[in-house]
């Protein structure tokens, strides 16, 4: 007999990846009762490890990270693990900051100072392996309440207007609110019956750790042939990018002799795979979900979009979907939103999306094993070399040009809020630790401190004097460090009103 458990959480999180723990982490941090569900019994899996786990974090995850207090208790850990090595590719004398298609830009070519709002700081990707990220996440998840089962794979749901039963195995559990955060393949997305749109692959990709007979016949590094893609770093790793049309991926087991024919065609030579310890496929089908929600049902991580791992982002995009859905979830759940709140999520989420899947179609496109492709190569590797052009794929790379569309004129809407010193020891980001919106107010006006005292029970008002204020008078932040309304002139409280309403409902 299934066994239905009695408690009605508020959300019920399917799969205990990245994005499922950091958005229980604020659900949780909102008060919202919380289950995750999670198919694997095992949290660990080689593939998890280094290498294969490397993973760039970008500077929106950084944010988010920090204004949560997340990110010195990864950076924590991967001091206590060993900072994991730096690819190959970073290995040079010039700092690298990032790739497209594997063709690198260098620091010192991006000009920061294009970035308006960006107060100075350290800027680029930080390295981390994804095993670190959901042990702290899993973590901090359950310190903060959170229920977390392993072993527990969601295989259906029903949803009525007003909750949702979801079964699991032999047991059935209830909530106001299902998250698919279960991956690519996602089975949340597929009963709900949401569409999965975009481009089919062009090519199977492998990661593999090898002991090679003869390793001095690969050269180290990244190698574009008349066949593919391979990079060779020594000790062993080996990824190859074979344009089969994505028909080797999960079509057959890899063996030591598919990898060994796969790697001599494409790096012509007659190299010899002696042992195969680790191999893992993966394709450049880029797709995403035609609505982040159905009803009482969201997805966010690769469960609403997939792409080729090779511009570094989906962890990125999954982590950006979960600071964004939890706020707004949470106050829903509390019958605190304004109406359209949810809906906003897809309508800021959805268009990033689609950027970031196109970000790595391009890089794809350059990577067709074809004399067009080696010649726009070439042509993209000279407006890197120009500081515009290093600073445009920074912008992009790095994550620094998010911009949600919110309307209003001011150039900082809709951008990350700017970490200020506020002058009094604090930082801002550390002040977003509780998840609560901020008006800060840099002149001491008696009317934002006014207004700012209506809606007191979803935002706090700071009057501070930063160090830099950025000719910034006053703003409002949202729960997930988003500027909703700035202003660089002195204003009446009543301006910022529309903005309170919009976002924090009525006071
Ligand atoms: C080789 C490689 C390199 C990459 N490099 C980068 C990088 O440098 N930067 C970057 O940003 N991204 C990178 N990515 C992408 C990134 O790893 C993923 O986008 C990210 O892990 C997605 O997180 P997620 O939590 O959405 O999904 P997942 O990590 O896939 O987690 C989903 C979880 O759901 C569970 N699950 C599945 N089905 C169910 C079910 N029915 N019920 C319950 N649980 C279920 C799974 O077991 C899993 O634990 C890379 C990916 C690959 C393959």
Not at 230 to 243: E, K, N, R, S
């Amino acid at each position: 007999m299934p066994v239905s458990h009695s408690q009605l959480y508020d959300v019920i999180i399917a799969g205990a990846g990245p994005v499922g723990l950091f958005l229980a982490c604020e659900l949780r941090l909102f008060g919202c009762s919380v289950l995750v569900l999670e198919q694997a019994h095992d949290a660990g899996s080689p593939l998890k490890r280094l290498p294969f786990g490397l993973r760039g974090l970008s500077v929106p995850s950084i944010e988010s990270l920090d204004r949560r207090g997340l990110l010195a208790a990864i950076e924590a850990r991967m001091v206590d693990r060993g900072t994991p090595a730096a690819a190959h590719w970073m290995q040079q004398p010039r700092a690298p900051g990032g790739h497209f298609a594997g063709i690198q830009f260098f620091k010192d070519r991006v000009d920061a100072s294009q970035w308006p709002y960006r107060l100075p700081g350290p800027l680029g990707t930080i390295a981390v392996d994804i095993e670190s990220i959901e042990a702290v996440l899993a973590e901090r998840a359950i310190t903060l309440g959170a229920e977390i089962r392993r072993g527990c794979g969601v295989e259906s749901f029903d949803q009525s207007d007003e909750n949702i039963t979801v079964r699991a195995g032999t047991e059935s559990f209830h909530s106001r609110w299902l998250v698919g955060c279960d991956g690519g393949r996602s089975t949340v997305r597929k009963i709900a019956g949401i569409a999965f749109t975009g481009t089919e692959p062009e090519f199977t990709g492998y990661s593999a750790q090898v002991e090679l007979a003869d390793p001095e016949k690969l050269r180290p590094g990244r190698h574009y042939t008349a066949t593919g893609m391979y990079t060779y770093a020594p000790l062993g790793t080996i990824a190859m990018v074979d344009f089969d049309g994505g028909a080797c991926h999960r079509a057959q087991p890899v063996t030591r002799e598919h990898v060994e024919a796969v790697l001599r065609r494409i790096s012509g030579t007659d190299v010899m795979v002696a042992a195969l310890e680790l191999v893992t496929t993966w394709t450049d089908r880029a797709c995403q979900a035609t609505d982040y929600r159905k009803g009482r049902v969201l997805l966010a991580g690769d469960a609403a979009h997939v792409h080729s791992p090779l511009g570094g982002q989906g962890l990125n995009l999954g982590l950006g979907d979960a600071m964004n859905l939890g706020w707004k979830l949470a106050a829903t759940v509390r019958g605190e939103a304004p109406p359209d709140l949810l809906d906003t999520y897809a309508r800021e989420r959805q268009p990033e999306g689609e950027r970031i899947l196109d970000w790595s179609r391009a890089q794809v496109a350059l990577m067709r094993p074809s004399p067009s492709s080696r010649a726009l190569e070439a042509i993209i590797r000279g407006l890197m070399e120009t500081g515009d052009g290093a600073t445009f794929f920074a912008e992009r790379v790095w994550g620094t040009g998010l911009r949600y569309d919110l309307g209003g004129k001011h150039p900082l809407m809709g951008r990350s809020a700017p970490d200020f010193d506020l002058g009094d020891g604090t930082r801002l980001n550390e002040r977003l630790r509780h998840g609560r919106g901020l008006l800060l107010d840099f002149d001491a006006c008696a009317s934002l401190h006014a207004i700012a005292s209506r809606w007191s029970k979803r935002i706090d008002y700071i009057a501070a004097d930063p160090r830099d204020r950025l000719g910034l008078s006053a703003l409002l932040v949202r729960p997930d460090g988003f500027v909703a309304w700035s202003s660089d002139l002195s204003v009446d409280g009543e301006q910022v009103a529309p903005a309170l309403a919009r976002w924090f409902g009525n006071p």
